[in-house]
């Protein structure tokens, strides 16, 4: 397997040498460099360009939000997309989280996250699957909104999808989510299992696996941390 490159912009010394050792015991893993604030990190990604960008969010200068927003208008001008963005950081506010995703980030995780878990995101989010942390993944669940469609009678509620990549966004126009499946998303970012889904909704497994693969084929992703962040990016979450 090939090398992950990442660089690492965190702007206290004692955390990037911490965070440094947790990756050198990864061989899949190589640090290609350092940045101890915002501007002197966005040079070097638009110098390194590496797999992964482990990112803080509070840094002098140029803080984490403004970082990603700056490097992606650098990627979209360069036609280059192949840097993922990790935010890591202590805050785990509603404010933060939608700043960072709306920023550009791919995945988020806090700073107390072990560090199987943190090789782990860095790995799926090199991949290409967002990364979420366990535990402010609830905030995700509480900015998903249901609009309804004019109307009444029996005509089936659906969820309405704002604007997002070009590439998805018609798919996702034309194959609304429905009541039932943004329910069912809800309780997938909760962390329940098919069986539970089904115990809690008075439904079969099956009918729960139908209406996920239908979830995930509609919102053109892989997995359900994947669906959760596209949710929130789409316009399900305000």
Not at 63 to 76: C, H, Y
Not at 87 to 100: D, F, N, P, Q
Request: hydrophobic share 40%.
């Amino acid at each position: 397997m090939n090398e992950i490159k990442i660089v690492l912009i965190e702007d206290h010394k004692l955390t990037r040498i911490g965070l440094r050792a947790a990756f050198q015991t990864d061989p899949e893993i190589k640090i290609v460099g350092e940045a101890a604030n915002g501007r002197e990190g966005l040079t070097l990604l638009e110098m390194t360009k590496p797999d992964v960008a482990i990112v803080d969010i509070g840094m002098p200068e140029m803080d984490g939000i403004e970082l990603s927003q700056k490097f992606r208008q650098f990627q979209a001008q360069n036609d280059d997309d192949s840097t993922k963005i990790l935010i890591l950081t202590m805050r785990g506010t509603e404010e933060s989280v939608l700043a960072a995703f709306a920023a550009g980030a791919d995945s988020y995780c806090m700073k107390d996250i072990e560090t199987e878990s943190l090789l782990q995101a860095v790995k799926q989010t090199h991949e290409g699957h967002s990364w979420i942390d366990p535990a402010i993944a609830s905030l995700v669940v509480q900015k998903i909104r249901v609009e309804l469609p004019d109307g009444s009678g029996t005509q089936q509620k659906t969820v309405a999808i704002n604007a997002i990549e070009p590439e998805y966004e018609q798919v996702m126009k034309t194959y609304p989510l429905t009541e039932r499946e943004l329910e069912i998303l809800e309780l997938i970012v909760a962390g329940d299992s098919n069986a539970l889904i089904a115990e809690k909704l008075y439904v079969t497994i099956g009918t729960v696996k139908t209406h996920v693969r239908s979830i995930l084929s509609k919102l053109c992703v892989d997995d359900r941390t994947q669906a959760a962040v596209r949710a929130l990016r789409s316009g399900l979450v305000c």
